[in-house]
């Protein structure tokens, strides 16, 4: 099974810019997709950013235009640039990939990664 380690995360000032990497513990190539999804205190996992093993994107409406997912396939790594950070976007983050197995889907995630937006 594969492991997903995430860094980048901190602490960071609105308006101001971080960039999440997620590092697998085996080649990407045939991942069927791999993603970015938050969790705020008192709230539900949500998606931010997902891009298929054939680089197609898409994007959660609150963060589209400010934040840019990307894959290094050489690298075995996914990352996340997040520009006009927003006291909003403080949240915990983890690295999501998603397989194809037999009857469906799975998914593994990381251990998050804590982004903080304040002055």
């Known amino acids: 099974q594969v492991q997903l380690v995430e860094s980048g995360g901190g602490l960071v000032q609105p308006g101001g810019s971080l960039r999440l990497s997620c590092a697998a513990s085996?080649?990407?190539?045939?991942?069927?997709?791999m993603g970015w999804y938050r969790q705020a205190p008192g709230k539900q996992r949500e998606l931010v950013a997902r891009i298929t093993s054939g680089s197609i994107t898409n994007y959660a409406d609150f963060v589209k235009g400010r934040f840019t997912i990307s894959r290094d396939n050489a690298k075995n790594t996914v990352y996340l640039r997040m520009n006009s950070l927003e006291p909003e976007d403080t949240a915990v983050y983890y690295c999501?990939?998603?397989?194809?197995?037999?009857?469906?889907?799975?998914?593994?995630w990381g251990q998050g990664t804590q982004v903080t937006v304040s002055s």
């Open positions: 085996r080649s990407i190539f045939s991942f069927y997709s």
């Open positions: 999501n990939s998603r397989h194809v197995v037999v009857g469906g889907l799975s998914d593994t």
